[in-house]
């Protein structure tokens, strides 16, 4: 078990809907990541957050927006879903913000389907 | 276009056998991650290597980093079906600013 909590773990959803994913860092690591993972395209950085603020931004789509709350959950919303869409989405932390060597902890993912 | 190119992409070998799987780049790394990711799991970090040359041992795994800190290895010795997973590398360079994962190298290691 990595302390990191995703939820839901699995999503079915379909084209045109909006979702939001949910995770809960480890206690007391202050950043959060972004993560998809698609057969084609392997693990894909989305989006940091550290301590509440966006730190750094991947290849995250212009549909796709999260945040980090006061309490350090996360939250990634994806509107607009599209097929290409489906894929995992997992959540990491880190003890601190970087820079390169950072330890991740990922959550177990949340596996999304777009139908 | 992978930043870190894997492979094989494939390895599929009977228990007892030894294996090693590439990461390469023609970038120079800050630092190199090596991941283990198990169906319906996420990513596990296995190790953390910074110094050019440098090899670390964790059990039957031994992880090197190139010279030129543009490579890394990973080998398993005697592999056990319990090695199967989706091996990930991870590396960072002052011009990326962010960790990239390599597309993965899939073990099978059957009984």
């Known amino acids: 078990d990595s302390g990191v909590t995703q939820t839901p773990k699995h999503l079915i959803t379909a084209t045109g809907q909006r979702v939001t994913l949910r995770c809960s860092p480890r206690s007391g690591d202050l950043s959060v990541y972004w993560y998809q993972q698609s057969l084609d395209q392997g693990l894909q950085f989305l989006i940091q957050y550290y301590n509440g603020e966006e730190r750094a931004k991947g290849n995250i789509l212009e549909r796709f927006s999260a945040q980090q709350f006061p309490d350090l959950h996360s939250e990634l919303n994806l509107s607009s879903l599209e097929l290409g869409d489906s894929a995992l989405y997992f959540c990491a932390s880190s003890a601190n913000p970087g820079p390169m060597d950072e330890k991740l902890f990922f959550g177990s993912g949340t596996q999304l389907s777009v139908l | 276009t992978q930043l870190l190119e894997q492979s094989p992409q494939f390895l599929s070998i009977q228990e007892g056998e030894n294996l090693t799987v590439y990461c390469n780049s023609s970038?120079?790394?800050?630092?190199l991650q090596w991941y283990r990711q198990e169906p319906g799991e996420g990513p596990v970090l296995l190790v953390t290597v910074v110094t050019g040359g440098e090899v670390k041992k964790l059990k039957r795994l031994t992880f090197q980093f190139g010279d030129a800190r543009k490579d890394s290895s990973l080998h398993i010795t005697a592999a056990q079906p319990g090695d199967t997973g989706l091996y990930l590398c991870?590396?960072?360079?002052?011009?990326?600013?962010?960790?990239?994962f390599g597309a993965g190298t899939q073990v099978v290691v059957t009984p």
């Open positions: 991870a590396g960072g360079t002052d011009s990326w600013g962010k960790l990239q």
């Open positions: 970038s120079v790394f800050s630092s």
